[in-house]
């Protein structure tokens, strides 16, 4: 093979193949690079490869280390690490480093084949996510049943208490806020359930905007939303497509009340409703206290809660719920500023694939 015919299939190779000099500036930028990162090569090209390196990561010293390792053991094999984009995303990729040698062993750089395996993580996150669930679901849906069932005798037994006072007897009260609450543990036993034993969804063809707007009237009446705007930014097209319109109002039920809670003191929440090739796209963004990096990747971890007397089911419930529709609910936030819950429903029955 001519030298001309490798430098165009290193340029074309899918992976991100980068060479760099002695002083740790990008000489060659192929294809798969700017695929990657979102750089054109004469962006990159003489700049240093430390653009590429988050901040906290480059205080820990990592590319130092990654050029001993290199140097001492002549090769960096799968090193997994985080990489910024050109558009700032953090990507998880693996690394191997070989050096680029004179024919007399003088280093003039090193040569970086860099791959992205953010969807290997994905994957991973996503079998931990099933096993918990396999795991815990029998004990779960046998301990809701029996919670289900004494929760009824006591709201029975109440209710007959209650029926027996004069009505401005000040007991009543307390019976009444008792009702209040033996009503809330049934609604976390019953997600409980859903979470333990899901329903398959009843599919049938509904409009998106009109379910919206029929959870926006339940919540609205909710005291926690007393201090709270709610925004609709719908489009003027009525956006019809099979799903399950229990669930899915319960879907948004609890994404709205999310976003109540994250406002303690009032704020808005803006509910987006668009649609691209395969989707119609539901976006509820909030004005609230945000979510620090560690929460946000735990947020749909069955029993994961940082609310005082949450069940931590909510939104793992509204994942199951959204998948259960070949869906996808992903999570943006930050810190002080807000947090963007965004789901994605097929305008399209999908079906399972035969390997899932």
């Known amino acids: 093979m001519d030298e001309q015919k490798l430098l165009t299939a ?17 000489a060659f930028w192929n294809r798969g690079a700017e695929v990657l990162f979102g750089y054109r090569a004469q962006e990159m090209v003489g ?10 990561v480059e205080g820990d010293g990592e590319l130092v280390e990654l050029t001993q390792r290199l140097f001492r053991d002549g090769f960096v094999r799968n090193y997994r690490t985080r990489r910024l984009t050109k558009d700032g995303r953090r990507v998880l990729v693996e690394t191997t480093m070989t050096p680029i040698t004179e024919l007399d062993g003088t280093s003039i750089g090193s040569m970086l084949v860099i791959r992205d395996v953010s969807n290997v993580e994905r994957l991973h996150e996503d079998l931990l996510f099933a096993e ?9 849906a046998a301990l809701a049943h029996e919670i289900k069932n004494d929760l009824a005798g006591i709201s029975g037994a109440i209710q007959v208490i209650r029926n027996s006072m004069d009505r401005d007897d000040p007991r009543c009260d307390v019976m009444a806020e008792i009702l209040a609450q ?13 979470l333990a034993r899901p329903t398959a969804p009843q599919l049938e063809d509904a409009n998106v905007c009109f379910i919206l707007s029929e959870v926006i009237s339940i919540v609205k009446r909710d005291p926690v939303m007393k201090e ?23 879907v948004f ?18 509910v987006k409703v668009s649609e691209n090739k ?7 963004t909030d004005t609230g206290v945000g979510m620090p990096a560690d929460v946000m990747a735990s ?57 899932e």
């Not at 290193?10 to 990008?26: G, R, T």
């Not at 700049?47 to 906290?56: F, G, K, R, S, T």
């Open 299 to 355: 947020a749909f971890t069955p029993f994961f809660t940082t609310k005082p007397g949450g069940s931590g089911v909510g939104l793992s419930v509204s994942k199951r719920i959204i998948e259960a529709h070949r869906g996808r609910i992903e999570a943006d936030s930050e810190v002080g500023k807000g947090t963007t819950f965004t789901i994605y429903l097929p305008k399209r029955r999908r079906t399972r694939r035969t390997n």
């Open 132 to 140: 918990n669930l396999a795991s815990m679901g029998e004990m779960a």
């Open 10 to 26: 290193l340029m074309e190779s899918p992976d991100a193949i980068i060479a760099v000099d002695a002083d740790e500036k990008v």
């Open 182 to 194: 033996v009503k809330k543990l049934d609604s976390s036993v019953r997600d409980l359930l859903t």
């Open 278 to 284: 395969e989707d119609v796209v539901i976006a509820f």
């Open 253 to 270: 039920i609890n994404t709205m009340m999310n976003a109540a809670q994250a406002m303690p003191r009032g704020g808005r929440v803006t």
């Open 228 to 250: 709270i705007e709610i925004v609709r930014d719908f489009p003027p097209e009525v956006c019809h497509i099979p799903l399950d319109t229990k669930q899915v109002s319960q």
């Open 47 to 56: 700049q240093p490869i430390n653009i590429l390196v988050p901040p906290d």
